[in-house]
């Protein structure tokens, strides 16, 4: 409040005042969701890596990756889980939105 006050008697107008404080705001909203959806990004490409590097690094020779699974294979496989954890969501959703549209098709037939 006193803020506001000071930069009024600065004979700055009001208008001009509240569109930079709307600005400001916005623009740490913006940044805070930015910054939030980079750590989950980092968060998911860290732990995806760790197990793909795993799983490939440990494969047995002569078979595919995911064919014949050796311990620590199993371990890559858990990370590369954690990591896709936050991407889940978007998964389960595209079923839920298809689950949906059919159940509202069948109630009108």
């Known amino acids: 409040m006193y803020y506001y006050l000071y930069m009024v008697k ?3 107008t009001k208008k001009s005042f509240l569109n930079k404080e709307v600005f400001s705001i916005a623009f740490s909203g ?4 930015i910054s939030a ?3 989950l990004v980092i968060f998911s490409a860290l732990f995806f890596g760790i197990g793909y590097s795993m799983i490939i690094n440990y494969n047995k020779e ?3 990756p995911l064919e014949d699974l050796q311990t620590k294979q199993y371990l890559g496989v858990g990370f590369c889980l ?7 969501r978007y998964f ?3 079923f839920l939105i298809e689950a949906g549209k059919s159940l509202f098709d069948q109630s009108f037939e």
Do not use: Q
Not at 30 to 33: D, E, K, R, V
Not at 82 to 88: E, F, H, T, V
């Open 10 to 12: 600065k004979n700055k």
């Open 30 to 33: 913006i940044l805070g969701i």
């Open 37 to 39: 959806n980079l750590i």
């Open 62 to 64: 002569g078979t595919k």
């Open 82 to 88: 954690i990591g896709l954890l936050p991407w889940l």
């Open 92 to 94: 389960f959703a595209g």
